[in-house]
């Protein structure tokens, strides 16, 4: 199947808008995760845990469903301001830590992202989908290295972790230019989950072959 720049603007908007996956589910979207890390230099695949796809992200605590981007914009920096006096209040929340991280993940702040989900970290190791959501984030800001050890940590304490194996894949790939263990990422995760398929119905295993 072929994809054209618009499908790929149209999913990149999608995602950008919190229209893609919910952070609690898993929306097996992979080849599309793949292919805007490559032409549109930046994707959003947080951590997620089962095979469904919805059409709205979860929101943390204080974060409401907007009707514009104006206002989408405005709750986001409310949400943001409540969260960050709840840390300030209960700076051993790990719960509050991590949604102020998601929060700041959503708002395109990749740094205060990291710092709080490395708070979260301190207060409560071994969060897969904080360390997921972690590397994202560092591959934001271009430090590949440094992704692809939160993904691994995930991968330490969860050998199949779906979006962690993914993940890793991208940054092999894309970023760092080492297709074959890319590759090995990625057929782990079809071995896993024979049946994954990216949006428009493609078995991943099939997108990979190509790619191949």
């Given at each position: 199947m072929?994809y054209s720049s618009k499908?790929?603007?149209?999913l990149?908007r999608?995602?950008?808008?919190?229209h893609y996956?919910?952070?609690?589910t898993?929306?097996?979207?992979?080849l599309?995760?793949l292919?805007?890390?490559a032409l549109?230099g930046r994707y959003?695949?947080?951590?997620?845990?089962?095979?469904?796809?919805?059409e709205e992200?979860?929101?943390?605590?204080?974060?409401?469903?907007?009707s514009?981007?104006?206002a989408?914009?405005?709750n986001?920096?409310v949400?943001?301001?409540?969260?960050?006096?709840?840390v300030?209040?209960e700076?051993?929340n790990a719960?509050?830590?991590?949604?102020?991280?998601?929060l700041?993940?959503?708002s395109?702040a990749p740094?205060?992202a990291?710092?709080?989900?490395?708070?979260t970290?301190e207060?409560r190791?071994?969060?897969?989908?904080?360390?997921?959501?972690?590397?994202?984030?560092?591959?934001e800001?271009?430090a590949?290295d440094?992704?692809l050890?939160?993904f691994r940590?995930?991968l330490?304490?969860?050998?199949?972790?779906?979006?962690?194996l993914?993940?890793s894949?991208?940054?092999?790939h894309?970023?760092?230019?080492?297709?074959e263990e890319?590759?090995?990422a990625w057929?782990k995760?079809?071995e896993i989950?024979?049946n994954?398929?990216?949006?428009s119905?493609?078995l991943?295993?099939?997108?990979?072959?190509?790619?191949?």
């Open positions: 072929q499908d790929y603007e149209f990149g999608k995602v950008a808008q919190g996956v919910e952070r609690s898993f929306a097996m979207a992979l599309v995760a292919l805007l890390g549109l959003v695949f947080p951590d997620t845990s089962s095979v469904v796809a919805v992200q979860k929101r943390p605590i204080g974060q409401q469903p907007t514009s981007p104006a989408g914009g405005q986001l920096a949400a943001i301001k409540q969260h960050e006096d709840q300030a209040r700076p051993n719960e509050a830590w991590e949604h102020l991280g998601n700041y993940y959503d395109g740094e205060k990291i710092s709080a989900y490395d708070k970290l207060i190791p071994g969060n897969t989908s904080v360390l997921v959501d972690r590397g994202v984030m560092y591959r800001i271009k590949y440094k992704a050890e939160s940590a995930a330490d304490i969860n050998p199949k972790h779906e979006h962690a993914f993940n894949g991208v940054v092999l894309f970023d760092l230019k080492r297709t890319a590759l090995q057929r995760l079809v989950n024979p994954a398929k990216a949006p119905g493609e991943v295993s099939k997108l990979i072959q190509e790619i191949s």
